[in-house]
């Protein structure tokens, strides 16, 4: 079993930043690759980042590219998410997921319970 914990959601104005922080336990963290996703009111659930195993992999939603940062601290298991320049549209609930493999494009088989991000214009 895998259990992942989120932080750092909060209010912001739009143009600031937000650091999201998610730990996990229960399963060997560096061996998954870890992604978060978000979900707004009435939308359904989008891919926003996803890192590999060893960091060396990142892929983005092409709305958040260039303003995201996703990477990970093995040592901690621990996986962030930097988000800059955010707009009231990334406003969402914000989940942190493992992985089935060390590698992106999988399956994400853990979830999160979220953590709330609101962007004021």
Known sequence: QVQLVESGGGLVQAGGSLRLSCVSSGRTFSSSAMGWFRQ????EREFV???NWTGGVRNYAASVKGRFTISRDNA?????????????EDGAVYYCAAGSS???GGKYDYWGQGTQVTVSS
């Open 76 to 88: 901690k298991n621990t996986v962030y998410l930097q988000m800059n320049d955010l707009k009231p």
């Open 49 to 51: 980042a996803e890192i």
């Open 40 to 43: 707004a009111p009435g939308k």
């Open 102 to 104: 060390r590698f992106t």
